[in-house]
């Protein structure tokens, strides 16, 4: 119960600093509904997200991700492996209705981790190689570490409400991208803290605040998120 307690506590502590550093034309809304599922009687499966991601709340397109790859199961353990693609069209900040695109493979390992009764934690490790319009091919690598906690269930189930943490750190593969331009082998940050609900024991919805940070600045975002497996 006391490390529920300091996590509710660092959960209040996070969402006030965020209402106090950020002006509320600088908090942008993502906008997300993930699913997975697996074939019957087989180690494969598919899963996959779609994010639609504003510069404000509402209206400004930041970025429309869509993507999806086949999972599979190695036999004996709890890890997932997937092979996916995605398609991603990125807008400008402002009035301006310009948009690039970019195309994205990606290898991804997920490898979940219980600690106790309640703490459900997760490593997701990513390898992507990216087609970005107008720049030379590129990579990154990926490591998210994910930790859900549920406050009155001991499980992810229906009527749980949880909270909800992750932390993923981005590192580029190349630094020079074409067209004389380069970038830093550290790409960003992203953490973010949050709350759900377990609808079902298959669908759950979450609510929070995500702060991404480069080398150059930082943002605030407000996520929704709906969670279905079937």
Do not use: C
């Not at 991603?88 to 990606?106: A, H, M, P, Q, W």
């Not at 570490?145 to 009155?152: A, I, Q």
């Amino acid at each position: 119960m006391k490390k529920i307690t300091t996590l509710l506590l660092l959960f209040a502590i996070s969402i006030k600093a965020y209402s106090q550093n950020t002006k509320q034309d600088d908090v942008g809304a993502w906008y997300m509904y993930f699913y997975s599922t697996k074939f019957k009687d087989s180690r494969f499966g598919i899963q996959g997200d779609v994010q639609y991601r504003n510069f404000n709340l509402g209206g400004d397109l930041e970025q429309l991700l869509l993507r999806s790859g086949i999972t599979y199961n190695p036999k004996d353990t709890n890890v997932t492996l997937t092979l996916g693609i995605a398609n991603i069209t990125s807008g400008v900040l402002g009035e301006n209705n310009d948009t690039s695109s970019e195309t994205r493979i990606y290898q991804e390992a997920l490898l979940p981790q219980k600690v106790g009764e309640r703490f459900y934690f997760s490593h997701r490790f990513r390898y992507e190689q990216r087609f970005v319009e107008n720049q030379d091919f590129r990579t990154r690598f990926r490591y998210n570490l994910f930790l859900n906690v549920p406050l009155n269930k001991k499980a992810l189930m229906k009527d749980a409400v949880y909270i909800a943490l992750y932390n993923e750190l981005f590192i580029n593969g190349e630094k020079n991208i074409g067209n004389n331009k380069t970038v830093g082998v550290f790409d960003r940050n992203r953490f973010y803290a949050g709350l759900g609900y377990g609808i079902t024991d298959k669908v759950r919805v979450q609510v929070g605040f995500m702060n991404q940070s480069t080398e150059n600045n930082g943002k605030d975002q407000l996520q929704l998120s709906l969670h279905h497996s079937f």
